[in-house]
């Protein structure tokens, strides 16, 4: 494998002036620039990425962690990231903590340990505990996508959850349907940001219509096609079965269609659903499926031009960027009216 001292030898230039060609220097003239170049592609030079990356102090790498990899949402936010960032000579380190806090810690303290030059975290990562007393001690920059940390010092980028629920819930009552349920990801502790708005839009939209927030139409579950099936399936086996039924992400919102086809009912005519992220599927299911589309791209887009902003220098700033949301209707919420 040929190296600089090579290239210096058969071009007849200084070690320091190829050195000044590899790295695109502005202080060699064409004429070297040519030269040095036809030897370099005469003896197939390959740079050593790692090694010259690292006595930059960089390695020109960028960790990301999301909670659920199988969840197209995530995947759709993390192209976007990518093509930014390889655009700008960084790769990814893609993680997944599967909805374990303990696990996103773990990875967060391996991808330090890797040395990657800034971290991504999407979604509930870690705890609160964990990013005020270690993540921000580690001096390594940072951003959310997500989840609103009380005590994160850096740029977080979010969506407007609350509006979320309300559109979907209101969307379902606007066709007359009087008793609308709720299939929920976790809602105990305050830190499920995602789950806590749009239950508040959720319950904002009863109060415009006048109607009682009923605990027994929520359901919880987890994030996932069979955390929608088994939420479903108990709405099911009761005498009280929902008219209409808000998901509170579209993964869930498919597995409670498949529930209430399997229980020899019909969506919308029987149970009406609306999912929340519009990832690809739900245009393609049947009936396709009404949603909340989320700016996934943009989340992305913001969140990695910020980190890139900051690994270039700029000042680490305290903000909190609220993107838009909007309402998709599709087949699944259907044009019944009932009670």
């Known amino acids: 494998m040929a190296t600089i001292k090579d290239i210096a030898r058969e071009s007849g230039f200084s070690v320091g002036t190829v050195s000044a060609v590899l790295n695109n220097s502005n202080m060699v003239s064409d004429e070297t620039r040519e030269k040095v170049l036809s030897v370099i592609e005469q003896l197939n030079y390959t740079p050593n990425r790692v090694a010259r990356n690292l006595r930059k102090n960089e390695t020109k790498t960028i960790g990301v962690i999301?909670?659920?990899?199988?969840?197209p949402f995530f995947s759709q936010i993390i192209r976007s990231i990518f093509n930014i960032a390889y655009k700008n000579d960084y790769l990814l380190m893609q993680l997944?903590?599967?909805?374990?806090?303990?696990?996103?810690?773990d990875e967060v303290k391996a991808l330090i340990n890797q040395r990657v030059d800034g971290i991504i975290l999407i979604g509930d990562i870690v705890s609160e505990n964990f990013l005020a007393n270690?993540?921000?001690?580690k001096n390594i920059p940072f951003v959310v996508i997500e989840r609103d940390y009380t005590n994160f010092d850096g740029p977080t980028f979010l969506?407007?959850?609350?509006?979320?629920?309300?559109?979907?819930?209101k969307h379902l009552l606007d066709f007359g349907y009087k008793t609308v349920g709720v299939i929920s990801g976790p809602i105990e502790q305050k830190s499920f940001y995602s789950s806590l708005g749009r239950l508040?839009?959720?319950?904002?939209?009863?109060?415009?219509?006048?109607?009682?927030?009923?605990?027994?139409?929520?359901q919880q579950s987890d994030f996932t096609f069979d955390g929608g099936y088994q939420a479903m399936m108990k709405f099911i086996s009761t005498d009280r079965i929902p008219r209409a039924v808000f998901a509170f992400n579209d993964l869930m919102a498919?597995?409670?269609?498949?529930?209430?086809?399997?229980?020899?009912l019909l969506v919308p005519?029987?149970?009406?659903?609306?999912g929340y992220d519009d990832i690809p599927e739900a245009a393609y299911s049947f009936p396709a499926l009404s949603t909340i589309r989320l700016p996934k791209k943009r989340l992305g887009e913001k969140a990695i031009t910020e980190l890139l902003d900051i690994l270039k220098g700029q000042p680490i700033e305290r903000k909190k960027i609220i993107l838009d949301v909007d309402l998709v209707v599709r087949g699944s919420s259907g044009i019944f009216n009932s009670n």
Do not use: C, H, M, W
Not at 134 to 137: A, C, D, T, Y
Not at 200 to 214: I, K, Q, S, V
Not at 269 to 274: G, L, N, R, T, W
């Open 134 to 137: 270690e993540l921000q001690s």
């Open 254 to 264: 498919l597995g409670a269609v498949e529930a209430i086809k399997n229980s020899g």
């Open 96 to 105: 997944d903590s599967n909805e374990s806090q303990r696990i996103g810690e």
């Open 159 to 169: 969506v407007d959850t609350v509006k979320g629920g309300y559109l979907a819930t």
């Open 200 to 218: 508040e839009g959720y319950r904002r939209a009863l109060n415009d219509y006048g109607l009682p927030f009923d605990e027994q139409l929520i």
């Open 66 to 71: 999301v909670p659920d990899i199988t969840n």
């Open 269 to 274: 005519q029987d149970v009406a659903i609306v």
